[in-house]
């Protein structure tokens, strides 16, 4: 038997059999991913979409995902690939080369997204196709739950420019019975994102109704981003849906409590905090942190207006807006 240190579960493999996440095996004395170069399927986004608003806003993104997942999250609003190993799922085949290929094909692509389900259980395939991608002037996105192993995780965000990463709460209780997990290596991995040289960071909590919802948990999060990540690290508030599984809840998150969680963000310094899966015009907003001038105006995924110059600059005061946005 071998260990797999792809993430903090450290599953003992045997020869043939797969670990946790149902998509890593032991073969020939090696732990190897079993889909690797198989997709459930290409698709164009907006880059807004996975969320990520302040890279490259307004240009689409290449998102591809496979199956499996090393969590359990019993709201998981993917299921039905993340929590499946269905191999009759993964249509398509697509090798590093032929990604990087049909990204730089299209004038319209500016990067390339591993999402859908957790792009770290297949990191092999993700890291190739980054790489390939990079030689092609082409962006990556990982949009991740951020649980790697400590020796992998420095190798696979090494291999991307920019990332979107799911908090999923900020308790441990949370973790362990609504995911399956633990929360310290995901903080590990935001303080080791938070510090890395041109990478950009941007996080996602989805709230849930009486379960990581409370005004105490949310100023304990946003104070925790505050205080070890920055005040510049975009920060999306979204909107539950029941879904999964087995839904934790019934109910939909409310749009206030998605409103107060805004607020109480921007109260401990968050300079940049949006709200997601509802209509919200302020929540989707970017406004600049010194005049307070609206920089970016977005209808859903749309671009209305942006305010903010090739150097990165608000054009009404000339703040420097965190992010990238020029070519």
């Given at each position: 038997?071998?260990?797999?240190?792809?993430?903090?579960?450290?599953?003992?493999?045997?020869?043939?059999?797969?670990?946790?996440?149902?998509?890593?095996?032991?073969?020939?004395?090696?732990?190897?991913?079993?889909?690797?170069?198989?997709?459930?399927?290409?698709?164009?986004?907006?880059?807004?979409?996975?969320?990520?608003?302040?890279?490259?806003?307004?240009?689409?993104?290449?998102?591809?995902?496979?199956?499996?997942?090393?969590?359990?999250?019993?709201?998981?609003?993917?299921?039905?690939t993340a929590q499946s190993c269905d191999a009759t799922l993964l249509r398509q085949r697509a090798t590093p080369e032929e990604i990087a290929r049909f990204a730089t094909g299209s004038t319209a692509l500016k990067?390339?997204?591993?999402?859908?389900?957790?792009?770290?259980?297949?990191?092999?395939?993700?890291?190739?196709?980054?790489?390939?991608?990079?030689?092609?002037?082409?962006?990556?996105?990982?949009?991740?739950?951020?649980?790697?192993?400590?020796?992998?995780?420095?190798?696979?965000?090494?291999?991307?420019?920019?990332?979107?990463?799911?908090l999923k709460s900020f308790s441990e209780h949370f973790y362990r019975k609504q995911c399956g997990a633990s929360i310290e290596p995901v903080l590990k991995t935001l303080k080791y994102l938070a510090k890395k040289?041109?990478?950009h960071l941007e996080m996602t909590t989805l709230l849930i109704p009486s379960l990581n919802d409370s005004p105490q948990e949310i100023g304990a999060l946003t104070q925790w981003i505050a205080e070890e990540l920055?005040?510049?690290?975009?920060?999306?508030?979204?909107?539950?849906?029941?879904?999964?599984?087995?839904?934790?809840?019934?109910?939909?998150?409310?749009?206030?409590?998605?409103?107060?969680?805004?607020?109480?963000?921007?109260?401990?310094?968050?300079?940049?905090?949006?709200?997601?899966?509802?209509?919200?015009?302020?929540?989707?907003?970017?406004?600049?942190?010194?005049?307070?001038?609206?920089?970016?105006?977005?209808?859903?995924?749309?671009?209305?207006?942006?305010?903010?110059?090739?150097?990165?600059?608000?054009?009404?005061?000339?703040?420097?807006?965190?992010?990238?946005?020029?070519?």
């Open positions: 038997m071998l260990t797999c240190d792809i993430c903090p579960r450290e599953c003992l493999i045997a020869e043939g059999k797969t670990g946790f996440c149902g998509t890593r095996t032991c073969r020939n004395g090696q732990i190897v991913p079993l889909y690797y170069g198989q997709c459930t399927g290409l698709a164009v986004d907006p880059i807004e979409k996975k969320p990520l608003y302040h890279f490259y806003p307004g240009s689409k993104v290449l998102s591809l995902g496979t199956i499996g997942c090393n969590f359990a999250c019993r709201f998981c609003q993917n299921w039905t990067s390339v997204a591993f999402t859908y389900n957790e792009p770290i259980t297949w990191a092999e395939y993700a890291v190739d196709a980054a790489e390939c991608c990079r030689k092609n002037g082409i962006k990556t996105v990982a949009v991740s739950n951020g649980y790697i192993g400590g020796k992998q995780r420095e190798r696979f965000f090494n291999a991307m420019d920019a990332a979107n990463i799911d040289p041109d990478f920055g005040c510049e690290i975009p920060l999306h508030f979204s909107a539950y849906f029941p879904a999964g599984k087995e839904p934790p809840v019934p109910v939909c998150t409310p749009p206030q409590t998605l409103f107060r969680a805004r607020e109480a963000a921007r109260n401990a310094g968050l300079k940049y905090v949006y709200t997601g899966n509802i209509r919200d015009a302020a929540g989707q907003t970017t406004y600049c942190p010194q005049c307070r001038q609206a920089v970016i105006e977005r209808d859903g995924y749309r671009i209305l207006e942006m305010q903010i110059d090739e150097d990165g600059c608000c054009k009404f005061c000339g703040q420097t807006i965190a992010g990238q946005f020029s070519y």
